[in-house]
């Protein structure tokens, strides 16, 4: 089946500092991805819209030139959290789909718990 | 906006009762809809999903789901929960639009089957 990692899994940061989370899709080219965050015992809220090549439409209330996405390859996606805040700290989740189609299931990837201290 | 409703926050059952969870959704066009299971430490798989046709959607591991359109409910069912179904269960919903189009996701129900 459709296979989504992320990585790092889980990580610690200073304040101030810039964190990276990579999306892969591994066995499949994912036109489209998602990037997702879930605070404790809450939903999943949808951040942005990545599309490959093009670039990312944020949701209403997520700063684009906080949480900056690139989209580089079918296969690839980045989100980068810049300069990091404890209210920044929260599990990242990204999706990745197989096509264009809202017929097209969403695959998730196990996300990437962020702390900043 | 649309919006999801799960009015189940935590659930807990015995081994071989009868589940059913609630889903409300907020939208007035067509919508597609979704459930989603976290099993404890993995990541969000989905369990079933309607787009159109037979109201009544089966899914894997024993699950199904009516889509009951007068109610705007999408309620999941299973006669018989396990223990291994212990998870987080998440209703969602996108607008119909022919292309792909961003998941709302309820707030989530947290199951807990006892032996």
């Known amino acids: 089946g459709a296979v989504v990692s992320q990585h790092p899994s889980r990580v610690i940061c200073k304040s101030g500092t810039s964190v990276k989370i990579e999306c892969r899709s591994l066995?499949?080219?994912?036109?489209?991805m998602f990037w997702y965050r879930q605070f404790p015992k809450q939903s999943l809220m949808l951040m942005a819209t990545?599309?490959?090549?093009?670039?990312?439409?944020?949701e209403q209330g997520v700063e684009k030139d906080k949480f900056l996405i690139n989209h580089a390859s079918l296969t690839l996606s980045t989100l980068t959290v810049t300069s990091a805040h404890p209210e920044d700290s929260s599990f990242y989740i990204c999706?990745?789909?197989?096509?264009?189609?809202?017929?097209?299931?969403?695959?998730f990837g196990p996300g990437t718990r962020l702390t900043v201290l | 906006a649309q919006s999801v409703s799960q009015h189940n926050h935590h659930v807990i059952l015995s081994e071989a009762a009868s589940l059913e969870l609630g889903c409300n959704y907020s939208?007035?066009?067509?919508?597609?809809l979704f459930w989603y299971v976290q099993y404890p430490g993995q990541h969000l798989q989905l369990l079933l999903k309607?787009?159109?046709?037979?109201?009544l959607v089966k899914g894997i591991k024993g699950f199904e789901a009516e889509f009951i359109k007068s109610k705007f409910s999408f309620n999941l069912r299973k006669p018989s929960v396990q223990w291994s179904d212990t998870a987080e269960y998440f209703c969602?919903?996108?607008?119909?639009?022919?292309?792909?189009?961003?998941?709302?996701f309820g707030t989530g129900t947290r199951l807990q089957v006892t032996l």
């Open positions: 969602a919903v996108n607008p119909n639009t022919g292309t792909a189009s961003k998941l709302t």
């Open positions: 999706s990745a789909m197989t096509g264009t189609s809202f017929t097209d299931t969403q695959y």
């Open positions: 309607y787009f159109s046709g037979d109201p």
């Open positions: 066995d499949f080219q994912a036109t489209t």
């Open positions: 939208y007035g066009g067509t919508v597609n």
């Open positions: 990545s599309n490959e090549g093009s670039k990312a439409t944020y």
